[in-house]
């Protein structure tokens, strides 16, 4: 089955406490990103990558990291995570560019607590 | 990038047609306008995608008008399971493209 699996679905950790989500798909697609949901602000892009090796900001990239060393796996870092992350995570990926043409295939989220 | 814009909320009824329209004054030539469903805490979902005219498929018909400034997203005969936010993007494939989904519309429908 066709998919995008986030890991893990929920998390409540500390502040300071480097914490990593893992996003993994297995349909062989190039383009893949992640996203944070917050009530009144929609869904806003943190990082994209293109294709292995590539990566690049979105709209709101502070405070993470990410990484491309394998085509189907695109792992979002916090290194010192803050309360002001609290928020739900989305990775998504698609076959070319970023969905423009056919379309994003979206993972069941990450709901991400920092106290 | 061109930007889009769609009512922030739309109030519907079970077994109405609903309309929601997409601005978006700035298209480029290249650009697709695609359509995204979200339940909550949920992913969001591909409806559908058009380049011009109409296009029509099992949950949903995307109508564009032949100066593509604007797009509306109608779904037939909407149920309770409707109720849920749907966003429209616009863009072209390439390596300056970036989704934006932006806040969407959040449809409720009642019964």
């Known amino acids: 089955e066709a998919q995008v699996t986030q890991n893990p679905r929920y998390l409540i950790t500390v502040t300071g406490k480097k914490l990593t989500v893992t996003c993994s798909q297995n349909m062989n697609h190039e383009y893949m990103s992640w996203y944070r949901q917050d009530p009144g602000l929609g869904l806003r892009q943190i990082y994209y990558?293109?294709?292995?090796?590539?990566?690049d900001k979105g709209d709101v990239p502070e405070g993470y990291k990410v990484s491309r060393k394998e085509k189907r796996n695109f792992p979002l870092i916090l290194e010192s995570p803050s309360p002001n992350q609290t928020s739900l995570y989305f990775c998504?990926?698609?076959?070319?560019?970023?969905?423009?043409?056919?379309?994003?295939?979206f993972g069941e989220g990450s709901r991400l607590t920092v106290l | 990038l061109a930007k889009t814009t769609q009512p922030i909320s739309m109030d519907s009824y079970e077994g109405q047609e609903v309309n929601i329209t997409c601005s978006h004054n700035n298209i480029a030539t290249n650009d697709y306008i695609t359509w995204y469903q979200q339940f909550p805490s949920q992913g969001p979902r591909f409806i559908i995608q058009g380049y011009k005219t109409k296009v029509t498929n099992e949950v949903a018909s995307l109508f564009i008008p032949a100066d593509r400034k604007s797009s509306t997203l109608s779904l037939p005969r909407v149920s309770l399971s409707d109720t849920a936010v749907y966003y429209c993007?616009?863009?072209?494939?390439?390596?300056?493209?970036?989704?934006?989904f932006g806040r969407g519309t959040s449809l409720i429908v009642h019964p």
């Open positions: 998504a990926s698609s076959l070319l560019g970023g969905g423009a043409r056919g379309e994003l295939f």
């Open positions: 990558s293109m294709n292995v090796e590539v990566t």
């Open positions: 993007l616009v863009g072209a494939s390439g390596g300056s493209y970036i989704p934006t």
